[in-house]
Every structure is written in C-alpha cells, then in structure tokens.
C-alpha cells in the first residue's frame, strides 16, 4: 500500500515539474516522500514523519512575463496528472474479478483521491497545498504579489542575482 502511495504522490509531483518546465521554468528540486532530487543530480534522503507520506516540487522561473498564470498552470499540472494517470489506468484495467483489476481500480480511486484532495485549499504551517497556491493566484491579490515576490526572489538568488531582486525589478 506505501508503495502505492508513493507511486501517486510521485505522478503528481512530476505532473508539477512537467507543468514547469513547459511553462519555461528549470527545476529546482523535487521530493517524493524521504527522497529528494536536486538539479545537480544530488539525491538525499531525510527522514520525517510529516514527509514519508507526501512530495514537493520546487520549479523557478526564468522569465518574469505571464508568471501568474504559468505558476498556476504548473501548479494545476499535478493533481491534472493524478486525473490523467487515472483515467488511463481505469482505461485500460480489465473489467473482472482479478487481482489486476483490483489493484487497477484502486490506482484509478487513489489518484482521483490524491488529485481532489489537493484541489480543497489549505495551509498547514506556513505552506501552502495546490488549492490553496490555486486560490491566492486567483482571488489574493496581495497574497500572490507576496508568492510571486517570493519565487523570484529565489529564483534571482539561484541565479547570482540577488542585486536584481533587491532592487525591485
């Protein structure tokens, strides 16, 4: 059962990394349950029982035009690629009695769980979930100049340059 829990948290963070980068951004790092992938290549592991169940994917733009609306599309990708996956699974999965079909059928609940799930906003210290991120893009507009404010600011420190950002541009 981990093991599938760690196949839908892992869809949907590649979802958002796919969003990102056809969106223009470079990937800053992603995390599926204890493992982390940096852009180098550097592979960690921590362990931490808030992350063994859950994933993050850090893209960074490289552009600041229409950065709204491509950090909303990344950020919809996930829980798009959880429907997705699904929908093909449950496509494809024999419709009998056999362990195949079970386990296809519990795939298909299980990503159309993890992608709803993500879609109801929350905020649990400090972080923001997808709905959440989804909601203060549309409908905040001090809280996503703070969001955008914020990944730029990373994204120019990453870069070498935090000048840049400092000055306001």
């Known amino acids: 059962l981990y093991g599938l829990v760690m196949l839908l948290v892992f869809i949907h963070e590649v979802g958002h990394l796919l969003g990102g980068l056809l969106v223009g951004d470079k990937?800053?790092?992603?995390?599926v349950g204890p493992f982390e992938v940096e852009r180098s290549g550097k592979i960690r592991w921590t362990w931490n029982w808030g992350a063994i169940f859950t994933g993050a994917t850090r893209t960074?733009?490289?552009s600041r035009v229409g950065l709204r609306w491509k950090l909303f599309l990344s950020?919809?990708?996930g829980p798009a690629a959880n429907l997705i996956s699904g929908l093909l699974v449950f496509l494809v999965v024999p419709q009998d009695a056999s362990m195949t079909a079970a386990l296809g059928k519990l795939f298909v609940a299980g990503s159309a769980f993890v992608a709803f799930v993500n879609l109801i906003p929350r905020q649990r210290r400090g972080t923001m979930n997808d709905g959440m991120?989804?909601?203060?893009?549309l409908f905040s507009k001090r809280r996503r100049e703070r969001l955008i404010s914020l990944l730029t600011f990373v994204a120019d420190v990453k870069q070498g340059n935090v000048n840049n950002s400092l000055e306001g541009r």
């Open 27 to 31: 990937c800053d790092w992603i995390r």
């Open 133 to 137: 991120r989804l909601w203060v893009l």
């Open 60 to 62: 960074l733009p490289v």
């Open 75 to 77: 950020t919809l990708a």
